[in-house]
Structures are given as structure tokens and as C-alpha cells.
């Protein structure tokens, strides 16, 4: 493997490395919103860097304790979400979170990276990966007609979505980074991310305003909004397959 191919691929994972440690250590100093969302980008990165190079260097004890970290700090990014739109940030005690650095076991990984010889493949094969990964929760999205599921079943299929494609997106920007990815593929897919981050955060707070009779108006309006949005995407779906296509297609 040439040193100009590999390079571009070690000095990525070098930085996503120390800006994994910077934003650990920025949540441990304090679990602010700013904070926990900017190490949840930061972990969500460091695994799309884990799945790009699993095929010469798997490492399942790091992906999974990474996705443990990630999901522990969950619901306090949704608490801090929700106490922001609805005017009670005054009310959330920050914890102390406690999340790892991971200083060793990255410091090795890092180190057995340097020993692969040939990397000529990675990003193609990931590439490929994360389309074959979206045609999945695509096909899953389908198993039965949106007229024959409830909203609460139509929801939590778009939500495993959310979550494919919330990985797609990092994995297609550092795709994009090396030069094996498109402008276009990480912008449809902060796209698709945003519409279902929305249609989430609908859902979770007129889960937490149940029961509140004063917020009952605003409840019917999330309801409307999540109907709506239901129906738009089940209209917008083609834009996925299409993106799939493109991916498995691209001569890069």
C-alpha cells in the first residue's frame, strides 16, 4: 500500500481520535446541552471511523462500550432538548457525567492501524456497507403497507431509520474527507436526519406533556404535526432508494 493512500486514512482516524478525547473531556467538566451534544457527535464519529476500518481491524469491545457511552447520555440530551423548547432549562440539574476516554485502548488501536499493509479497499467496501445497511431498514420500512400499522408502529420503524441514517451521515462524511464519498450523499442525508430528528422530538414531547391539561392544545398540535409529517414521508421514501442507488453505483 502506498504511503499516499494511507496517509489521508491514519491522519482522519488520528483527529477523530483527539477530538473524541477533547469532547469526553469537556463532558466530564460539565454535562452542559452544548457539551453532551457535542460528545454524542464525537462518539457517533469515532464509530463510523471503527465500522470503516472493521474489515482490517475489528475491534467489538470498543463499539460496544462506545455505544453503551452514547446511550447513557440519551435521555439527558432529550431532557435538555425538551426543558430548551418548552422554557425550562432553569429546572435541569446538570449531573456529573462520567463517560470514557478510552486513552489505551484508542492509543493501541491507533497503533495497529499503522501496522496494515493494504487499506486500498476500506473505503469502497464501506461505501458499499452503508448502502447495503440503508437497503436494509428500507426493506424494513416496508414489511407491511403504512395503512396497516398503527402511528405508534409507523413511528418506531421511521425511528430505527433515524437511526441508520444518523450513522450513514457520519460515515458519508468521512467518505466525503477521503475523497470516495459526494457532497450530495452527506447532504441528503442531514436532511432525511433533520426531518426525523423532528418527528422524534414530536413524539417524545407529547409523551411528556400527557396529562398536562394546560398543554393539552399544544399536544393536538404535535399530533397533527406527526400525522403530517407520517404521510410526507412515506411520499419521500424514493429519495432513499435513490441515494442507495448512487452509493452502490459511484465509481469512486
Given at each position: 500500500?502506498?504511503?499516499?493512500?494511507?496517509?489521508?486514512?491514519?491522519?482522519?482516524?488520528?483527529?477523530?481520535?483527539?477530538?473524541?478525547?477533547?469532547?469526553?473531556?469537556?463532558?466530564?467538566?460539565?454535562?452542559?446541552?452544548?457539551?453532551?451534544?457535542?460528545?454524542?457527535?464525537?462518539?457517533?464519529?469515532?464509530?463510523?471511523?471503527?465500522?470503516?476500518?472493521?474489515?482490517?481491524?475489528?475491534?467489538?469491545?470498543?463499539?460496544?462500550?462506545?455505544?453503551?457511552?452514547?446511550?447513557?447520555?440519551?435521555?439527558?440530551?432529550?431532557?435538555?432538548?425538551?426543558?430548551?423548547?418548552?422554557?425550562?432549562?432553569?429546572?435541569?440539574?446538570?449531573?456529573?457525567?462520567?463517560?470514557?476516554?478510552?486513552?489505551?485502548?484508542?492509543?493501541?488501536?491507533?497503533?495497529?492501524?499503522?501496522?496494515?499493509?493494504?487499506?486500498?479497499?476500506?473505503?469502497?467496501?464501506?461505501?458499499?456497507?452503508?448502502?447495503?445497511?440503508?437497503?436494509?431498514?428500507?426493506?424494513?420500512?416496508?414489511?407491511?403497507?403504512?395503512?396497516?400499522?398503527?402511528?405508534r408502529q409507523q413511528l418506531r420503524r421511521w425511528h430505527h431509520l433515524r437511526l441508520e441514517i444518523?450513522?450513514?451521515?457520519?460515515?458519508?462524511?468521512?467518505?466525503?474527507?477521503?475523497?470516495?464519498?459526494?457532497?450530495?450523499?452527506?447532504?441528503?442525508?442531514?436532511?432525511?436526519?433533520?426531518?426525523?430528528?423532528?418527528?422524534?422530538?414530536?413524539?417524545?414531547?407529547?409523551?411528556?406533556?400527557?396529562?398536562?391539561?394546560?398543554?393539552?392544545?399544544?399536544?393536538?398540535?404535535?399530533?397533527?404535526?406527526?400525522?403530517?409529517?407520517?404521510?410526507?414521508?412515506?411520499?419521500?421514501?424514493?429519495?432513499?432508494?435513490?441515494?442507495?442507488?448512487?452509493?452502490?453505483?459511484?465509481?469512486?
Open positions: 500500500m502506498t504511503a499516499d493512500t494511507r496517509d489521508p486514512l491514519l491522519a482522519q482516524a488520528r483527529v477523530l481520535v483527539a477530538s473524541y478525547h477533547h469532547a469526553a473531556r469537556a463532558v466530564r467538566r460539565e454535562a452542559s446541552e452544548t457539551h453532551v451534544h457535542g460528545y454524542r457527535i464525537a462518539a457517533r464519529r469515532m464509530q463510523a471511523l471503527l465500522a470503516l476500518w472493521r474489515p482490517a481491524l475489528c475491534h467489538p469491545k470498543l463499539e460496544r462500550r462506545l455505544q453503551r457511552a452514547i446511550g447513557r447520555l440519551s435521555a439527558l440530551r432529550d431532557a435538555q432538548v425538551y426543558a430548551a423548547r418548552f422554557g425550562a432549562s432553569s429546572t435541569i440539574v446538570l449531573p456529573r457525567v462520567t463517560v470514557p476516554l478510552f486513552s489505551g485502548l484508542l492509543a493501541h488501536w491507533l497503533d495497529a492501524l499503522e501496522q496494515i499493509p493494504d487499506t486500498s479497499g476500506l473505503a469502497r467496501h464501506y461505501r458499499r456497507h452503508l448502502a447495503r445497511r440503508l437497503d436494509g431498514a428500507l426493506s424494513r420500512l416496508d414489511e407491511r403497507p403504512a395503512g396497516d400499522v398503527s402511528h444518523k450513522q450513514a451521515r457520519y460515515g458519508a462524511e468521512l467518505l466525503l474527507e477521503l475523497g470516495a464519498g459526494e457532497a450530495q450523499w452527506v447532504s441528503a442525508f442531514s436532511h432525511w436526519q433533520e426531518r426525523l430528528g423532528q418527528l422524534q422530538d414530536w413524539r417524545l414531547w407529547r409523551s411528556a406533556l400527557k396529562g398536562n391539561k394546560r398543554q393539552r392544545r399544544v399536544r393536538c398540535k404535535l399530533k397533527l404535526k406527526i400525522v403530517t409529517r407520517l404521510r410526507r414521508l412515506d411520499c419521500q421514501q424514493a429519495e432513499l432508494v435513490g441515494l442507495k442507488v448512487a452509493m452502490l453505483d459511484s465509481p469512486l
